[in-house]
T-cell receptor, first 113, second 114 residues
Framework: AQSVTQPDIHITVSEGASLELRCNYS??????LFWYVQSPGQGLQLLLK??????LVQGIKGFEAEFKRSQSSFNLRKPSVHWSDAAEYFC???????????FGQGTRLTINP | EPEVTQTPSHQVTQMGQEVILRCVPI?????FYWYRQILGQKVEFLVS????????KSEIFDDQFSVERPDGSNFTLKIRSTKLEDSAMYFC????????????FGQGTRLTVV
């Protein structure tokens, strides 16, 4: 069965600092991978996705993620965070045979001024 | 930009009562989903719906739950007899296709069962 692990429940970074949020997945075949962001009181907004091809994918709001099959990882990065990036971030995996997404626990990002 | 809308944003209900959570998916989307997030836990898949029938459901989605697309625009989740443990944020989502496409999520309905 598919599973997703986000090892960091809460991360605090200073505004302007770089960010990396970790995501590890478990799935036997090639996964479809997603990062979603949830701001307070808002729904889940898609940041980026990986289906195939280039393993470094660019998303909205300056985010990028790299798929590393050998490490079963899909870490999210941003070179310089802004106060508005404070939110909950969810990694999710989909599969070829199913429509559903399996989500990680989420990582709450706090930005220090 | 088209979006998925959910109503109400917050619903409080007595244990044992029926609730209906409503969603308006994006108009050209064909696949519809419900997910839930119990406070402090993961977002969990409940059910997917395509061509007016359930295409996949989780073990959470038991006989107390049902989904319907009553009028071609709304997509509803009904919980027949709510339990305390049904308290959660419920997210509706839709996608153009079932695979190789991303799901767009609504802002959620917070259900509180008292």
């Amino acid at each position: 069965a598919q599973s997703v692990t986000q090892p960091d429940i809460h991360i605090t970074v200073s505004e302007g600092a770089s960010l990396e949020l970790r995501c590890n997945y478990s799935y036997g075949a090639t996964p479809y991978l997603f990062w979603y962001v949830q701001s307070p009181g808002q729904g889940l907004q898609l940041l980026l996705k990986y289906f195939s091809g280039d393993t470094l994918v660019q998303g909205i709001k300056g985010f990028e993620a790299e798929f590393k099959r050998s490490q079963s990882s899909f870490n999210l990065r941003k070179p310089s965070v802004h106060w508005s990036d404070a939110a909950e971030y969810f990694c999710a995996v989909g599969s070829q045979g199913a429509q559903k997404l399996v989500f990680g626990q989420g990582t709450r990002l706090t930005i220090n001024p | 930009e088209p979006e998925v809308t959910q109503t109400p944003s917050h619903q409080v209900t007595q244990m044992g009562q029926e609730v209906i959570l409503r969603c308006v998916p994006i108009s050209n989307h064909l696949y519809f989903y419900w997910y839930r997030q119990i406070l402090g836990q993961k977002v969990e898949f409940l059910v997917s719906f395509y061509n007016n029938e359930i295409s996949e459901k989780s073990e959470i989605f038991d006989d107390q739950f049902s989904v319907e697309r009553p009028d071609g625009s709304n997509f509803t989740l009904k919980i027949r007899s709510t339990k305390l443990e049904d308290s959660a944020m419920y997210f509706c989502a839709s996608s153009v296709g079932g695979r190789y496409t991303e799901a767009f999520f609504g802002q959620g309905t917070r259900l509180t069962v008292v």
